[in-house]
């Protein structure tokens, strides 16, 4: 990429006239036509979102928590507060930054969670430093600035990859046979995906089959059980007792 042109790539926090020409190709973000997304980048200088698949590109008023939480609702995947929390409270896989994760594929935030481009690790083709700047080249050829340093990304792609590896261990281990986290992940071939399948966070498993799940479960009763059950307004309407 010859000079860094901003036409040849997209920076969540600049506007620029590649962010134009995808806003118009962007149709209206709808959880049930995706099965995948590659990466969603926050609009800068202005509200929503755009969610890029392998083929097509998607625009949400809404800002990336609030469009994942959509789709996980609408494909009743984990609820990602509480899946985050369940993951922090493990203790294997950090204490911020956490992966939206489902049986198929995860998500990673380079940034806070709120306003920041969330990106999925597997459809990561290279990553590449130009002029003291990093960029990721995506499996589609999108091409991303990134705010932070290749070695942080790295390690927190290894991260997500490692969480879905293991939630796909937990639901799946009856039909998919595998010992490490690289037997429940199909990389592509790409130079990243090598650089991934290297690191040896992922030669091992952290916790046991099962163990994600049964913690999520746990959690989110917490988080929406118990203040139904303890809520004072709500004790004069329990009449099926």
């Known amino acids: 990429m010859r000079n860094n042109e901003p036409e040849m790539y997209l920076d969540d926090k ?10 118009k190709e962007a149709v209206v973000f709808d959880p049930f036509k995706i099965h995948e997304i590659n990466c969603i980048l926050p609009l800068p200088e202005r509200s929503g979102v ?8 998607h625009f949400s008023n809404m ?22 929390s369940s993951l922090k409270e ?7 930054k956490m992966p939206w994760v489902c049986p198929y594929f995860a ?6 969670r709120e306003q920041t481009t969330w990106i999925n690790p597997i459809n990561i083709k290279n990553i590449f430093k130009a002029n003291d700047q990093y960029y990721a080249q995506m499996t589609n050829d999108l091409c991303l600035l990134l705010p932070v340093h290749r070695r942080r990304i790295i390690r927190r792609a290894e991260i997500a990859c490692l969480v879905l590896a293991t939630i796909r261990r937990g639901l799946f281990h009856y039909v998919l046979q595998g010992e490490t986290p690289l037997d429940f992940l ?12 290297k690191r040896a966070s992922l030669e091992n498993f952290r916790t046991a089959i099962g163990e994600i799940n049964s913690l999520y479960q746990k959690t989110y009763s917490l988080y929406h059980c118990e203040p139904l059950m303890y809520d004072p307004d709500d004790s004069d309407h329990i009449d099926w007792l």
């Open 63 to 84: 800002n990336a928590l609030k469009t994942l939480h959509q789709f996980s609702s609408i494909h009743s995947f984990s609820d990602y507060q509480v899946l985050s």
């Open 186 to 197: 199909y990389f592509p071939n790409t130079v990243f995906a090598n650089t991934l399948s």
């Open 107 to 112: 998500l990673f935030p380079l940034e806070s």
């Open 50 to 57: 755009l969610i890029f698949t392998e083929s097509d590109v």
């Open 14 to 23: 600049q506007w620029s006239p590649l962010w134009e020409t995808y806003l």
């Open 90 to 96: 493990l203790g294997h896989f950090g204490k911020y």
